[in-house]
């Protein structure tokens, strides 16, 4: 098992900033990559941004510009720098891990609980 904490989310007005933080520990052999996605009321859950090995990321379009991820591979943590908000980024914000567990050698995937995100207008 793989276990993801989040924690920065909150309430903030448009035009400002959060950084959300997410950390995994647990079975982990290896990580291959670790993003963020969110869902808004009503909405399918989708991708905010994701990092992979090394220095390769990708950003939803809607963020671009705005939002930066990163990503501390000693400590299993990855980042997500948020500003300039905008009250469409309102959601519930989750983490996602993707790697190698220990135990058995194969592919995971897991995600955190959820941080959730207001960005009043």
């Known amino acids: 098992q793989v276990q993801l904490v989040e924690s920065g989310g909150g309430l903030v007005q448009a035009g400002g900033s959060l950084r959300l933080s997410c950390a995994a520990s647990?079975?982990?052999?290896?990580?291959?990559?670790m993003g963020w996605y969110r869902q808004a009321p009503g909405k399918q859950r989708e991708l905010v941004a994701l990092?992979?090995?090394?220095?390769?990321?990708n950003y939803a379009d809607p963020v671009k510009g705005r939002f930066t991820i990163s990503r501390d591979n000693a400590k299993n943590t990855v980042f997500l720098q948020m500003n300039n908000l905008k009250s469409e980024d309102t959601g519930v914000y989750y983490c996602?891990?993707?790697?190698?567990?220990?135990?058995?050698?194969?592919?995971?995937?897991?995600w955190g609980q959820g941080t959730q995100v207001t960005v009043s207008s």
């Open positions: 996602n891990w993707k790697g190698v567990v220990s135990r058995s050698l194969r592919l995971g995937d897991y």
């Open positions: 990092i992979g090995r090394g220095v390769s990321t």
């Open positions: 647990g079975d982990i052999f290896s990580t291959n990559a």
